[in-house]
């Protein structure tokens, strides 16, 4: 472990340094206007975060995908719970899994902007809606792996709902709670930047419709680098944590 | 008088069994029955071995009695409990432990009140040779280990009746003539009546007051054998369990041959 552990830093610095390389290379071959170069890219960061753009607009961004990402996994962890555990639930409600799976994003997303008008509600429920059948399928199979003796044994031993639902099902689906939160969150800031470009005015996705319309390609990487950085400091502060402490007890 | 809990014990503490039928029902729909009209009795700190072919219903029977499957035709009658414990503990054939939570947690978790019960989880884990193991988890743990474990469980409750299911099944000779002994001494400091379901004669033998075989499909009760002079506190010895053996293999052999 503790070889890994001095190892991965290493590995991914240099691999980190030989994409910015390329980057850079890329933009001398291409030309500044076409592809423009990390130090440019980097400083139109700086101005935003001084001129307080930065936080305004990704901390509405974030807020939009912590909201979304809680409702859906809210709905999505009990919606699969009741249909990997009950076969009836299942057979009822797994051809409206199967529609809500196969209908397109935007789709869902320009009906909501329709029905609910250009709001921040629309927005959340959009993303969430797009989201949830994913989470359902994850946790469907969780569910439908648990042990039964385990179930025996809360019954034998009286366990109540609650302590069921702590010391025996909630372990046992966090795995794929787990892998669920990751996929969830990488897809959810995905749409919830589509959702801010069709119809909210701030934000990153409206940021990144502005400098469209402008053709600012160095703003336009800006801002998703800006969002990349975020999100990997979501991953390595929250997520991996999270991993690590919900397995602490394997091998 | 005795104390409230000495007379829930000794009063109406007897298990009535009887089931009419139980059956269970096959993918394509078709009813299978699987045990038909088994009636017994245990008396109160009885020490009953249930024994028979694999795939027979001993589980089966097991679980009806715990309540785990309450669809069947017939009563169970459960020994009177207190009224703040369980009515019954059960040691199952998969150790059946939470991977996610220690030895000792797994132990405590099966008390319904579990605040009060520190020095009785730390005595029965110095009891089964755990003390040391007590803040593992359980994949860290060796098979017999992990059958102390269960076993530990099994008594932690106090409970009046006490199911086993082949809970020594599986596990190399040497470990489970340990792990019997170990049964005996536990249920000398905590009686309680016991149920054990084991496919090994020779166990059934060694640990039982009585012994009742299941077999045929449905299957019935076979025969309900009191066994002389009981297994005793050191269960009975070599001899006396080959004497039995060969005794009631020449009785039931096309059963338990």
Redesign the interface.
Known sequence: MAVKKKRAPVTAIVSIASLIALWWLGSLLAGPDSLPPPARVVGIIMDEAVNGDLFFHTGVTLWRVVASFTISMIAGITIGFLMGGFRKINEIFDPWLLFFLNLPALVIIILAYIWMGLTEIAAITAVAINKIPNVVVTIREGARTM?R??Q??A?????GWW?KLR??IV?EL?PYIAAATRSGVALIWKIVLVVELLGRSNGVGFQLHLHFQLFDIASIMAWGLTFIIIMQIVELTLIQPFETWVN???? | MAPPDEMARTAGATLHIDITAKTFTRHDGEAVPVLRDIRFDIGSRERVVLTGPSGCGKTTLL?LI???DRDFDGAVTLPEHRGDG?P???V?Q?P?L????TVRENIR????EPAQSGERITWLLEKMDLASAADS?P??LSTGMSRRVALA?GFV?DAPLLLMDEPFSSIDERTAVRLRKLLLSQLESTPCTVLFVTHNLREALFLGDRLLILSGRPATLAADLPLASGAGKQGRTPAEVERLHTEIIGKFPEILS
């Not at chain 1, 602490?248 to 091998?251: H, I, L, T």
């Open positions: 042990d003796g385990l025996q044994m019954s034998v031993f009286h366990f302590k010391h025996v372990p966090a602490r007890w394997r091998k | 679980n715990a309540g785990l369980l019954l503990s059960y199952f998969d059946c939470l991977p996610w939570r978790l099966a008390l319904p988890y994949q860290t469980r409750v």
